[in-house]
T-cell receptor, first 115, second 110 residues
């Protein structure tokens, strides 16, 4: 399967714990996005990378959130000191850079439940 | 005000009906526009791009009105399989930041 893959698919954690999600984009895609989605809402933009550079980060992200894409391939999203309000689906998407074709290819998401 | 606004629905229509969804966006400099489809508990997938000249793909027609900052999606001859959430999507100037609306839910009934 050469699509976007995310790991883990499900994570249950206790409030205050740290969690990390990984995303492996489609190999030739140099742009990578992280979104958060809660029930009944559309995906909310969190951040995106072009290659290894993090070009924008949403104001939605508190200092507890950090994302990296160290070699311009896979990316990680870490949430420190999780809160119940962090419970959501975290979606990763990738696309080819250059002229914007518009199509984001999404992974199946990582569902976080904070107890 | 949200950057991309949609009527959340739900729209409940019988098979064979024609249904239209609307979307407005607030940033007049937005560059490109799309409709995505999201099935229950699945990831969003591109349905179609939206152009000023309008575009059609089978039973689906999308329109863009830049002056009114308004996007529409028309589905003709609805099928049961069209039941999903339809997400209006806008790219910010520069084309990098992709913003999703909250989605419009469609239920097509037999």
């Amino acid at each position: 399967d050469t699509g976007v893959s995310q790991d883990p698919r499900h994570k249950i954690t206790k409030r205050g714990q740290n969690v990390t999600f990984r995303c492996d984009p489609i190999s030739e895609h140099n742009r990578l996005y992280w979104y958060r989605q809660t029930l009944g809402q559309g995906p909310e933009f969190l951040t995106y990378f072009q290659n290894e550079a993090q070009l924008e980060k949403s104001r939605l992200l508190s200092d507890r959130f950090s994302a990296e894409r160290p070699k311009g391939s896979f990316s990680t999203l870490e949430i420190q000191r999780t809160e119940q309000g962090d419970s959501a689906m975290y979606l990763c998407a990738s696309t080819r850079g250059g002229s914007n074709t518009g199509e984001l290819f999404f992974g199946e998401g990582s569902r976080l439940t904070v107890l | 005000r949200k950057e991309v606004e949609q009527d959340p629905g739900p729209f409940n229509v019988p098979e064979g009906a024609t249904v239209a969804f609307n979307c407005t966006y607030s940033n007049s400099a937005s560059q490109s526009f799309f409709w995505y489809r999201q099935d229950c508990r699945k990831e969003p997938k591109l349905l179609m791009s939206v152009y000023s000249s309008g575009n059609e793909d089978g039973r689906f027609t999308a329109q863009l009105n830049r002056a009114s900052q308004y996007i529409s999606l028309l589905i003709r001859d609805s099928k049961l399989s069209d039941s999903a959430t339809y997400l209006c999507v806008v790219n910010r100037p520069g084309g990098f930041k992709t913003i999703f609306g909250a989605g419009t839910r469609l239920f097509v009934k037999a």
